[in-house]
């Protein structure tokens, strides 16, 4: 705390300071997308699978996209084998919410017989190693890998029978780039990607999900509250860090 | 200045919503304290058609062990729906929603209990919906804080909740269901209303931070509002009870 008060952090870096993030994209080769990131220590995956599936009920013209996420105990000591647990369901519920409402894939070109066919994206995050957000690295592979993902064309026949040209490829349609960074209360002070000694005695998180400067997501998570203050204060700070993290995006991803 | 989604009018040109409510206006809120006898403290809660019951076991000992903590109790949540609650039969397998929400109520309401007082102890909180009609969580915490208080468990604030949304960019307070479904945001927000502590903050929909704020402004004044609600529900229960006890006196 001490430390704190004088503006820096056990690892050296400053308040609001992210670690140095390392994007890489396409490593997969049987996946249409996939992309790894390193934030500091913390590692994860995420791969893009896309299948032909039957729309939803009440949107017939619109594609399906799923989201999950793995803990595995591959990434951590604490991570027991098993299903998602609610760690995990919470990261891939957020990181849903955060894609489904910055419309990063426009599900409506993903319709190809409108109530019968629609492409499936299967959006799957495994953690690899656990030091702390595994939120704002899920979230970023996620991203990463949606935007470099390339997906087969799907060709529908006189007798209105669809097909899968695999060696035909394209991207996936996109319409935002939403980009996640969580804030974590530490005493009376905020920080930027907290790695995992700091998670551990931090009292509340707030995790947001900005896009075209507005926020389409948040989620506080911890055993403590946050005052109304200290909201719009992390809030503001979180702005400043997804600028930065979407021009680090952009460069590794060239465009979008 | 309306919006039309399915034939459905949201919100009409005199700011009315479909029930006739202003936008800063919550649903009547009924909450009954001591409703179930098993329970060390227990809760039902109307909010509208919404409808919940929640039970409080504990402190008590924990199962299995190596689960225990040796300063401090163990906060345990069960958020859960019945499957007659919603309007397409939901099985009654716990969801992966159910399961995000539980935590996200045990983080809501764990900042107002005082877990060191109860080493190596559970503190069980089950939450069942019965009906659900919009802002379930936060009935939910509205409940669960008055029967954590009913079983007589120190706490350092009450906490109570209520949600914001967005129709056709007016913000409003406690969505109902179809508000949440065709409006365009779901802002769930709890808060600790004596010590300014928000304890519950989701997002889900767009928002400018200048919204944000007005939201959580919006939300902290209906807290406080809800929380004399909480009180009250305490006070009657508190005052039932003298009442039998005196009477068993005098037999």
């Not at chain 2, 005082?114 to 080493?119: A, D, G, K, L, T």
């Given at each position: 705390m001490d430390l704190l008060s004088s503006g820096r952090r056990v690892d050296g870096r400053g308040l609001e300071d992210l670690r140095p993030v390392e994007i890489r994209c396409r490593s997969v080769k049987n996946a249409e997308g996939s992309a790894e990131v390193r934030l500091g220590k913390t590692l994860a995956i995420a791969g893009v699978k896309t299948s032909i599936g039957t729309p939803f009920a009440d949107t017939p013209d619109m594609g399906v996209m799923i989201v999950n996420a793995e803990f595995l105990p591959i990434a951590s000591p604490t991570f027991e084998p098993g299903p998602p647990d609610e760690n995990a369901i919470e990261l891939a519920r957020v990181i849903d919410r955060g894609l489904r409402r910055a419309e990063m894939i426009d599900l409506k070109q993903l319709c190809i017989v409108p109530g019968k066919a629609v492409w499936e994206v299967w959006i799957d995050i495994h953690a690899l190693n656990h030091d702390g957000n595994l939120m704002d690295a899920s979230a970023l592979a996620a991203v990463a890998a949606i935007l470099t993902a390339e997906v087969p064309k799907a060709m529908v026949n006189e007798k209105g029978e669809v097909t899968i040209n695999k060696s035909e490829r394209q991207r996936l349609p996109i319409k935002s780039i939403p980009i996640t960074v969580t804030m974590a209360k530490i005493g009376d002070k905020l920080v930027v990607d907290p790695n995992l000694d700091e998670e551990e005695v931090a009292d509340a998180f707030l995790t947001a999900t900005f896009v075209d400067d507005k926020v389409c997501a948040i989620q506080k998570r911890g055993e403590r509250g946050l005052t109304a203050e200290e909201t719009m204060k992390a809030l503001q700070i979180a702005r400043q860090k997804a600028h930065e993290l979407l021009k680090t995006v952009r460069e590794v991803v060239g465009g979008g | 200045m309306s919006i039309k989604s399915k034939e459905l009018t949201l919100i009409s040109p005199d700011g009315r919503r479909l029930d006739g409510r202003r936008p800063d206006e919550i649903r009547e809120l009924k909450i009954k304290a001591g409703i179930l006898e098993n329970a060390d403290g227990s809760a039902y809660v109307e909010q509208g058609n919404t409808k919940i019951y929640a039970a409080v076991y504990g402190p008590r000992e924990v199962h299995p062990r190596h689960l225990a903590l040796p300063n401090r109790a163990v906060i345990r949540c069960r958020y859960h729906m019945t499957p007659f609650s919603v309007e397409e039969r939901k099985s009654p397998a716990p969801t992966r929603r159910e399961i995000e929400l539980s935590k996200v109520i045990r983080e809501a309401l764990t900042p107002a209990i005082?877990?060191?007082?109860?080493?190596s102890s559970a503190i069980d909180v089950f939450i069942e919906v019965i009906n659900a009609d919009g802002s379930t969580r936060c009935a939910s915490i509205i409940a669960a804080s008055v029967a954590l208080a009913s079983a007589g468990i120190p706490m350092k604030d009450l906490v109570a909740a209520c949600s914001v949304g967005k129709i056709n960019g007016v913000l409003v307070l406690d969505v109902t269901d179809v508000e949440d479904k065709y409006g365009e945001v779901d802002m769930p927000f709890a808060m600790m209303p004596n010590r300014n502590e928000i304890t519950l903050l989701q997002l889900d929909g767009i928002l400018g931070p200048e919204e944000i704020e007005k939201a959580i402004s919006m939300a902290a004044k209906a807290c406080k509002e809800i929380y004399e609600k909480q009180k009250s529900a305490l006070k009657e229960r508190y005052i039932e009870l003298r009442k039998t006890v005196e009477e068993g006196f005098r037999t």
């Open positions: - | 005082i877990v060191e007082q109860f080493p």
